[in-house]
Every structure is written in C-alpha cells, then in structure tokens.
C-alpha cells in the first residue's frame, strides 16, 4: 500500500518536473508574507498592501528614491514652492500611459485631471467618489491632509496648484507616501457612468511597471510588466506574489526554488540562510524603533528620576541578543540612526542597577513599587517577540525592587486601551512612512497626540516648541538643528525606554539581479532581473 | 416517505436559526475592537472611531443589528468584509472550491486506502494482517494532524523534494480561474504540465486530511464485514460453493456499505475542522485559513457569515446521509 | 473411594466453574486485548511521570541554559547526555518539557472529561426523563453545536475567554458536551421503559431518586467508554488549540504549544517539533487503545 503510494507520488513528481522546466520566462516569485486587503492603497496602512499596489502598480507625483528615504521626481518633473511656504505648483510629466484592463481601455495619456481626482475623492466629502467602497482614507486624514489643503487648482493640463492652510515642511515627503497614488479619472468617470463605481477599486489601473493581471484572493497575484512604462519596461516578464504567511515555509519554498525573493525571515533560519551558496541575504538597517512608552501622567512616572531610574536599570543588550537574536541595534534616539537629523552625540542610560537604585531612592521609592509592562499580542519587525522582552524587563527592574506585572490584551483593545493611557508602561514601536523625523517626532511624541498615538502621554513644551519650528521652515538645515536639539530634551526627560531599530533581512535566490532593500519597507520589483 | 422527510425538514428550522443566534452572539462577545486592528500603531481619533462604527452599524442597540443580520442572511446578504470590503459570501464563494477540491481528494484517499484496509482485515480476522491493518488505523486516528502536516512536508517537500511546499499549482503557470478547481482549470487551460502540477500540489494536503477519515473507514469497514460475514446467508452462500472473493464483493460488501457510507457522510464536519489546520499549514487558499484568520483580525461579517455557511453545510450534509439512511433501512423511517 | 472422592472435588471446578464476579469478569476480556493492556501501561507510565514530574525531570521544565541552545539529541552529534532529548531555542531541557507537560495534558484531560461529563449527564438524564419540551430544547441545542466544526466553536469560545490553558480546557468540555448528552439521553430512555424503573416508580421514588440511583447506574458502561475516548480528544484539541496559540501561554510546557513555539526552527532542529508531536501521539494512542479495549470489555453485545 505504502510502496505503491510513494511509486505513484513519484511519478506524478517527474510529471511535474518536465512540465515545469519547459516554461523559463523571465518570472520573479516574492513569497509575500499576507493577502493585500484590497487593492487601493489610500483605504489601508499595512504595508502588505503597498507592496501589492503603490510600489509596483502606482505613481506619485514624487518618490522615494530607490534605496533611500530621499524624494525624486515621478509624475510630477519638478515644483515650486512659494516664498510663504502656502502654495506648491506642480509641473506634470507628459506622454505618461495608464494601464489597461478587461473593460477599460484608456484613451488619454496621464494629466492634471487625474491629480486633481485622486486628492479631491480622499479629502473632499462633496465628490461622487468619496464613499464608494466604504470611504474612509485612513492616511489622508491620519496625515493631517484633510485640513492642510485648502484647494487644488488645474492651473493647465499640466501643471497643478495645492494651496495649503500652513505652512508644513514635510507636506513633499507626504506626497510620496502610498495613500498619494494617482488613480485614472478617465476609468473612475467610465465606471461611474457604467453604475458600478466599486470596480475603481478592485480593478484599477496605474501607471506603475507592473499591471496586475489576475488575483486568486489568499494564494496568488499575478502582474505582467507594463511595456508602455514611462520609465522604460521592467526587466522582468511577469511578477507573481506566491502569498505564504508562515515564514518556515516561506524559507522552505526559497530552498527549493519556489521563490526568488521573500520577506521578514525567522531570525533563527539567518545562520543558515547566510551559508546557502543559492541564498543572497541582504541586510539594511530598518528604519523603525522599538520602545518602551512610560504613561508621565500616572504616578509614579510623573518623576523624570524614576524613568531615568528604570531606564539606567534596563539592560539592552541582553533584549538584542534574546529578542532580536542580534538582528538588531540597541536604541539611544527615538530616530533611526539612517535617519537625517540624528543626533550621534546624545548619551544612552548605560546599564547601571547600582546608579538606578540610588536615583530611586532619591525619587522616594528606596524600596522600589509595583507597576506593570504591557506586551504586544502581535510580532513586529521592531519587536519580534514583546512577551519575552518584557521578561526579560520584568527580571531587570526586580533587581532594583520595581515588581513588575505583564499584561496582554487583544492587539486591537490593546492599542486603544493604551491610547486612553490605562497602563504604567507599554512596549510598542513605530515604522516610518515617509523618511521625516516629524512623521517620528511629532507624531509619537508631540503634544497634539496625547490621548492619541502618543503613549507616554507626554507634553513636554521645550520639546514641543522645537517641533512645531521645525515644521514650519523648509530649510533643511534648520530643522536639523531644532531636531538634534529636541532628541537631547528628550534623551534628559526619558518619557520612553528607547530600545532598538531592528536589522531588515531580506534573502533572495543568487540568481535575482538588481533588488535593493527598501528602507521604508517596501518591496519594489521595477529594477529586478533574473 | 415524505412524512420522514418532511419530519427531517421541519426540524431543520429552530437548528438554523440558533445557529444565526448563535454565530451572531459568539462574535460580539469576543473582545477586540476591529476599528483598532485595522489602524494598528497609527490609530485614529476618537471622532473618526466613532464615524467608522456608526458606518459599520455597531453603535446600533444588539437586537437591531441581529435583526439587519437576519434579514441579510434570508436574502443571501452576508455583509461585507471589514477589511477587504467585498461582499462575504463572494469571498466565500471563490476560497470555497479549493477547499472542496482538497476535501475531496482527501476523501478519495481516505475511502481508497481506508475501504480495501478494512476489508482485509475483516477477511484475515485475528492475523497478523487483521492486527497491523487496526494498530495502523488507530494510530492514524490518534494522528495530531498538524504535527502530520509538518512532518510530511519537512520529509518529503523539503528534504527529498518529492513534492512542493505549498501552493496549488506551480507558479509558472498561468491558469485562468474558469471554475475555481484547479485540477479543472489546468485542464482546461490546455497547458502542457498543468494538471500534473496541480495533482503534485494536493498529494500532501490530501494525506494529512484524509488520515482521521482513513482510519475511520478502514474500522467502520472491518466491523461492519464482520458482522455480515457471520450472517446465515453468507454461510450459504459459501456452503453453495460460491468462489471466496465473490462471497466477499457481491454478497457481503453490499451489505457492509451501508454503515460506511454513513460513516463517510458523517466525516464531513471532520474533514471542515481538520481543513483549518491542514490550510493553515499548507497555506492552502480555502475557507478554514479565511475564517481563522478573520477571527484574528475580528471581521465579525466573516466570521458569523463563514461560519453560517459551514455550519449549513453539515446540516444538509447530515440531513442528506439521514434521507438516505431512512430511504435504505425502512425500519429507521418508521421508528420515532 | 477416597481416592475418587478427592479427585472429584479437584475436578468440580472444571465442571462447575464458579461465576466470575462483574470485576473479573471485565478483567479477563480486557486482559485479553493486548492493544489496551499496552494503552493501559502507557497511560501508568504518562500519570507516574505526571505525578513525579520533580523527580523525574532531570532539569526544571523553565532553566534556561544559555550556553546549550537548540542542542541536538544526547546520541546525534554535538549532544549532550544531560540533555537527552535536546534543548530548544532559549536552552532548555526538551525532555523535561515534555514530562512536565504529561501533566498538563493529563490536568486538562481530567477537567475537560469531568466537566463535560458530568454538564452532560445532567442535560442528558434531565432530557431523557422528562421528554417532551425540555427534551425538545435541549436536543435542539445539541443539534447546533453538532453543527458546527468543533475546532472552530472551541477556537470562538477561547477567543472570547481569552486564550489560557483553564479557558482551553472549558471551551473543549464544551464542545465534547453533545456526545455526553445524546449518549446518556438514548440510555435513559432506554432504561425508562424497563420494569424496574416502573416498579420503583409506583412504590414512590422520588424523580431525583430514579434518575441518579435507578438509572444512571445502568448508563455507565458506554459513558465510561465515552469518556476514555473523550480523553484523547481532549489531548488532541488541548494540542491544537496550543498550535494554532490559543491554548497555553508561554513558558507553560504544554505540548502542542511547545510545538507552535518551535516552528520557526522547524529547518534548523528537527527534534524541537518532532518530539512534542511524538509525545502527542502516543500518549493519544494509548487513550484509545484503552478506551478500545473496554468498549469491548463492557459492551455485552460483543461478548462472545
């Protein structure tokens, strides 16, 4: 029984072998790690669904560079900026094409209109488009651009105009973010007049490298590259993204060919990946923090000396090589260091119990108190593993007397328990979006964002002035110098354990060509080849 | 006759509906806030949570919502997904048939290895044959399918590279979605290595699956030929001189079927259970990953609509094997 | 003639044998199954390792030795013989994991079975006494959980509970309920229509009397074969409820979280999975060679 099962398994095996080899099409496989949520990105965050839309359908008007956090021209060829920082104009690239699908073909190259649509559907409620599919632009108005733009002129056909109500210095970085790809208004009107507007959204065209061809919702996506692409046709024939959400198995189909290139290894399979002479493991430093968030507005936290206690009483190098299995950096900013503005000369907390109980003492706590940590239910590439981080911390303080208690909830009432300030402490972390220390500073740590996504609940209003400076120029240099100036305010006032930025691995097959890490996370396929 | 259906039908009904009830319950009782999963570390404002649940309904009293749900469900409106936005049951309905196919194909190896193992045993009763066919079905039965799934897959995809990874088909080819079975599809599209691809993708999943019905079957088979192997008419049968495998295949076997195919009916929820497990291991695009993961992520319309459904599914299933049974076994329509 | 005599009281035994008591009478088919004799001594070995854990384990189920990661087994290359079975990520003993672990699958076997046994008995007897309405509600219920793919309402039930190794085990009792159910209710009112039952209820028995002196002594047979039965599912769900992370929560040595928690190593040591798993199985094995073995030895219909 058993013998002739394994006869006929191998049989249909060798099947199987000769019917592959006979298509060797330039195909590259990215074994993503989840489904797409859908395939417009300005309704979602996860990055998941960037990879499978913006990066490799979609334009903005500018871009990151590939490899960086710097922005280079993309749609837009070049702008200007007025004297006041109010008025930005926007010269559009010409002879641009759209992609084209089963029921639309597009008759018109790229131009203002189709600018002006995909801005005006997310920020203006008035617009036909603005509640299809659900309607909520998490980003848009995350970001802040629904108040920020006051209105977006056509100036001509191509050249636009977006006046702002502030000035805001990061507002070009912004416009290179995901939730900014430009949409066709051409397809948005046919399917419109068509009745069923929703398609926009789950069919949509681009003007990116690839054009996708086919999703098999949970298993497969599958693009072909876009010959008319303004930037020359990719390398690669045809891209598919194998989802496979278990990164064992993922590993499994890089080793036996099944994938070219594939995201967010076991920290424990990079030894071995790093010997596979059929492996390429790439490495870049991520640009995210990890950290340990006290609430300053509950006792005893409300003491600089006692996060200062604590923090001396935290020992990051034993979180490195335990949680992050050394693919990580010990944190001393809330700023990767990859980042401009980072403040190399900013002292750590060195682990120091015998310092930490003294201050302690000094802060009224000689024999320490009771708090708890709260840990993540979910992994993050800034914390693999919160629950055995926050061990390792509770180990830590008890050597000072601090009785820690761990707390998880459901990642969902966790973020919005930890939001209203229910806890003593809370690990948590933060991706960039853009390459701005501001989408890092201000947003986790400004006082606008108390009760919001600033879990230490912290105000402190040195700190805050810097930033809001800082905001409001656009020379870079200046900024610079409030922002290394605001990470020594912060470093003195420890509202957070500042713990690592961890390493991103990404392994590829030796046979892939040309792929670049993202610094921000994305995965781009434009300038791969096999 | 009838009378014994209808009887069946009419009891179908307060089932359905509790089971709407509680599906509908369940869920709401799970804690988690759904507007939060889908923000992650962002976040939104407490303004705009308020907006997006009053846009998803939540902020309506219990009863009202179950009353939406329940008039939804009767015109086949299971909501829409909070992720992915689309409509519940079109997501089911395009995971569905790769769940069906790996269900199938399970059963065809459970009902292939599990019938004749069976069989033998019965017929070589008390050997060597008889005690090795029993020890190998209940350890198949005791089998932590996961554990199985994984260990298989380590053996023979990873370490010989008999089999692939994971996956329903090599990604090479590119297979229009025409029914949604791939074995169909690949051949249909005329591809040269298509099928073979598909078959080569579903040997693995398929034996994880198909082992608790396996072992199943094979016990069921044994005892049910043994119990008809020592009824009078067999006796004569033999006494008639009838060849010993024509004894076995025309007159005992008929028979026996009849508590197996029972037996296989009932497998049905089994094989719906076990395919969450064996999904998730093989990343197999069905319905028990899909509803997995939706609880993770709290997409209350998926998981009281996919669960809905599933748990439809057996009821017909049940409902289906009970006609039959009655129709066959006139003593059980009368009874009750 | 003395002679004779003493030969015929020797050979009266032969001749007359004396009854076997139901005790031994259940001993001699049992024993006679080779296959749950075996279950039956594996099952004494898992419950002395449960019980004895501290003296049996080598080492404590949470050291973690830092200087021994991910060791092989003691008789593969690189193993140590103070870690038999091995170390996992973090250096701790597999093999003392597993022994602490017996027990708490045998803990959660042992709550589940109760819990479920006895909620099941109750709405059974209660369903089958009473009939009518309460019968009615109760077997619709029973009908709707049967309805639904266990794994699933269990993993609904530990989501709303909290994923624990308590919750765990309430949520499996809960849905191994029906079996209990049905089973006791088919015998109740099997035995209703008997006439001792009749009888006892003419003298006067009150209805509490009949059902729990009368009746349920007379449905224990199946509800013990059930219940071992009950106790290698309850292993198995235990475990996969463990790997799918809604059972135990780490460090507790629970088996099949220990296998969840080692997946990501799955390439690099083969024995932090493969060990668990094995440990499943055969303590799994053993329930139902067992509970086999005495669905044959009290079940009279096969008695021959």
């Known amino acids: 029984m058993k013998k002739g099962l394994a006869k006929l398994t191998l049989a249909l095996m060798a099947a199987g072998a000769i019917g592959t080899s006979a298509h060797a099409a330039s195909t590259l496989v990215y074994c993503s790690e989840g489904s797409p949520e859908g395939f417009n990105p300005a309704f979602y965050t996860a990055g998941t669904t960037f990879d499978a839309t913006s990066k490799n359908m979609f334009n903005r008007l500018v871009e990151f560079k590939l490899g960086t956090t710097e922005t280079e021209p993309g749609l837009a060829t070049s702008y200007d900026v007025s004297s006041d920082g109010l008025e930005y104009t926007f010269h559009l690239r010409k002879g641009v094409k759209f992609h084209s699908s089963k029921d639309f073909k597009p008759t018109r190259d790229f131009n203002a209109d189709d600018v002006i649509f995909t801005f005006d559907r997310q920020g203006n409620k008035e617009n036909p488009y603005h509640t299809v599919s659900g309607g909520s632009y998490e980003y848009f108005t995350g970001m802040g651009m629904d108040t920020l733009i006051k209105k977006i002129e056509k100036i001509d056909d191509y050249t636009v105009k977006f006046v702002l109500t502030k000035p805001e210095a990061p507002f070009i970085a912004n416009l290179a973010m995901d939730f900014a790809s430009i949409f066709s208004k051409e397809q948005a009107d046919a399917y419109m007049k068509a009745g069923t507007p929703e398609k926009l959204d789950i069919d949509p065209v681009g003007t990116g490298p690839f054009q996708k061809v086919q999703y098999q919702k949970d298993s497969l996506i599958r693009y072909t590259a876009f010959k008319d692409y303004w930037k020359g046709k990719a390398k690669i024939d045809r891209l598919v993204f194998s989802i496979t959400p278990d990164a064992s198995v993922r590993y499994a189909k890089l080793k036996a060919g099944e994938c070219d290139v594939m995201p967010y290894p076991n920290p424990a399979d990079l030894k071995q990946m790093e010997a596979d002479p059929n492996i390429n493991l790439m490495s870049q430093e991520g640009l995210n923090v990890g950290y340990l968030a006290f609430n300053t507005q509950k006792k005893p936290f409300t003491d600089v000396r006692v996060r200062q206690a604590l923090s001396l009483a935290t020992d990051k190098s034993a979180i490195i090589d335990a949680v992050f299995q050394g693919a990580g950096k010990a944190a001393k900013n809330p700023i990767p260091p990859t980042m401009w503005s980072y403040n190399k000369n900013v002292v750590d907390y060195a682990y120091d119990p015998v310092k930490a109980k003294k201050l302690l003492a000094e802060a009224g706590y000689p024999d320490g108190f009771s708090t708890n940590i709260w840990a993540m239910p979910v992994q993050r590439p800034y914390n693999p593993n919160a629950r055995r981080m926050a061990e390792i911390m509770q180990e830590d303080w008890s050597k000072i007397g601090v009785k820690a208690e761990i707390v998880s909830y459901e990642w969902g009432e966790y973020l919005n328990r930890s939001k209203k300030g229910e806890h003593d402490t809370v690990l948590l972390g933060w991706t960039g979006d853009n390459g701005d220390p501001d989408n890092f500073l201000y947003v986790l740590l400004g006082c606008d964002a108390v009760g919001g996504s600033n879990r230490a609940q912290w105000c402190n209003e040195e700190f805050n002035n810097l930033l809001l400076k800082a905001k409001q120029t656009s020379d870079k240099a200046e900024r610079t110098k409030d922002y290394e100036e605001a990470q020594v305010v912060f470093k003195r006032e420890a509202p957070w354990i500042t713990i690592a930025h961890s390493v991103v691995y990404e392994p590829i097959r030796k046979e892939v060509k040309g792929y670049k890490i993202d610094p921000l996370g994305g995965h781009y396929f434009y300038n791969v080849s096999k | ?336 | ?304």
């Not at chain 3, 668990?276 to 009279?300: C, S, Y």
Request: aromatic share 8%; glycine share 8%; proline share 5%.
């Open chain 3, 1 to 304: 003639m003395t002679t004779s005599t003493k030969t015929s009281t020797t050979d009266a035994p032969l001749t007359a044998p004396v009854p076997m008591t139901p005790m031994q009478e259940f001993w001699h088919y049992f024993s006679s199954n080779k296959g749950a004799v075996a279950g039956l001594v594996v099952i004494a070995i898992i419950c002395f390792m449960a019980v004895f854990a501290n003296f049996v384990a080598p080492h404590s189920p949470s050291d973690q030795y830092r200087d021994a990661l991910l060791l092989p087994p003691a008789w593969l290359e690189g193993g140590n013989w103070s870690f038999v079975l091995g170390t996992d990520d973090v250096g701790r003993d597999i093999l003392s994991r597993l022994i602490y672990g017996s027990r708490l699958s045998i803990a959660v076997g042992i709550v589940a079975v109760t819990a479920s046994l006895v909620m099941g008995i109750l709405l059974g007897l209660i369903a089958g006494y009473f009939k009518g309405v309460i019968d009615t509600a109760i077997m619709r219920i029973v009908d709707i959980m049967l309805a639904m793919p266990s794994l699933l309402l269990a993993i609904a039930i530990v989501a709303i509970l909290g994923p624990s190794i308590v919750n765990a085990a309430l949520a499996i009792s809960i849905v191994s309920l029906p079996h209990y159910v049905r089973l006791t209710r088919a015998a109740t009112m099997a035995e209703m229509s008997r006439d001792y039952v009749t009888s006892s209820r003419v003298i006067g028995a009150s209805p509490l009397r009949l059902m729990f002196i009368c009746i349920l002594p007379n449905c224990l047979a199946p509800l013990i074969v059930q219940a071992t039965l009950g106790f290698s599912s309850a292993i198995l769900d235990m475990a996969a409820l463990g790997f799918l992370g809604l059972g135990a929560q780490p460090p507790t040595p629970e088996w099949g979280s220990m296998l969840a928690d080692a997946l990501q190593f799955v390439q690099r040591a083969w024995w932090v999975v493969t060990f668990p798993g094995l440990m499943i199985l055969i303590t799994v094995l053993a329930f139902n060679l067992m509970g086999d073995g005495l669905r044959d030895a009290l079940d009279p219909k096969l008695k021959q």
């Open chain 2, 1 to 336: 006759m009838f009378q014994f259906i209808f009887r069946r039908l009419s009891l179908v009904i307060p089932t359905f509906i509790g089971i709407t009830l509680l599906t509908f319950t369940l869920i709401r009782l799970i804690p988690g806030d759904p507007i939060e999963v889908m923000a992650g570390e962002r976040g939104v404002s407490a303004e705009r949570h308020a907006e997006l649940s009053a846009q998803l309904g939540f902020d309506q009293p219990l009863y009202v919502q179950y009353f939406h749900y329940v008039t939804g469900v009767l015109q086949g409106d299971l909501g829409n997904s909070l992720i992915t936005r689309e409509p519940v049951m079109k997501e089911f309905l395009t995971l569905f048939p790769a769940t069906i196919e790996l269900a199938v194909c399970a059963a065809i190896f459970a009902i292939l290895i599990g019938l004749p193992a069976g069989i033998f045993a019965a017929v070589k009763r008390g050997t060597v044959i008889d005690h090795s066919v029993m020890t190998f079905s209940l350890t198949g039965y005791s089998m932590p399918i996961f554990w199985w799934a994984l260990l298989l897959m380590l053996v023979f995809s990873v370490n010989l590279g008999w089999t692939p990874v994971s996956g329903r088909i090599d990604v090479v080819y590119w297979i229009d979605d025409v029914t949604g079975f791939m074995l169909i599809d690949s051949l249909l599209s005329g591809e040269e290595g298509a099928f073979s691809s598909a078959v080569s993708h579903l040997i693995l999943p398929s034996i994880v699956l198909g082992t608790i019905p396996m072992a199943v079957i094979a016990r069921m088979t044994r005892s049910s030929m043994l119990e008809v192997l020592s009824e009078d008419y067999i006796r004569t049968a033999r006494a008639k001189g009838i060849a010993p495998w024509r004894v076995i295949v025309i007159h005992a076997l008929r028979n026996a079927l009849i508590p197996v195919i029972t037996v296989i009916g009932l497998q049905v929820g089994i094989l719906l259970s076990g395919a969450i497990l064996t999904e998730t291991v093989f990343a197999w695009p069905g319905i028990g990953k899909w509803l997995i993961e939706s609880i993770g992520r709290r997409d209350y319309p998926v998981v009281q609509g996919g669960i809905l459904i599933v748990a439809c599914i057996i009821i017909v299933v049940n409902l289906l094997v009970d006609i039959t049974y009655g129709i066959v076994n006139p003593r059980i329509r009368h009874s009750r």
